[in-house]
């Protein structure tokens, strides 16, 4: 187990020292300097979140989303804070999925 947990922290560090990482860490700490846009962030965020838990479908409230949210997106801090946080969000992911379907272990 040593050495599996040695090579879960080097990706872990791999990870944080990557490119889009720093960016997301970089407009974190931009948005963290805004109350109002930081909470404005969060409630969009809460929103997705709460669709995807649900199941409902984003693409039937996309417009209504944008619209309601438009602001977010006109503003760089926010929106490059929302892509990066996105692209950080899909390297965890497709190193999960990846792990899992190396692994060979039944899961149900």
Excluded at 13 to 29: G, I, L, Q, T, V
Excluded at 73 to 98: D, G, Q
Aim: glycine fraction near 0%; proline fraction near 1%.
């Amino acid at each position: 187990m040593d050495m599996v947990e040695h090579k879960l922290n080097e990706l872990i560090w791999a990870m944080k020292e990557s490119p889009a990482y720093k960016d997301f860490e970089k407009y974190r700490n931009e948005l963290n300097q805004n109350y109002d846009l930081r909470r404005r962030v969060d409630d969009y965020r809460r929103i997705c979140y709460q669709m995807q838990q649900t199941g409902e479908d984003l693409y039937d409230r996309s417009d209504d989303l944008l619209r309601e949210f438009s602001d977010l997106f006109a503003n760089t801090t926010s929106r490059e804070f929302l892509l990066a946080e996105a692209t950080v969000c899909k390297m965890i992911r497709e190193a999960s999925i990846r792990l899992s379907a190396e692994v060979d272990v039944d899961m149900f």
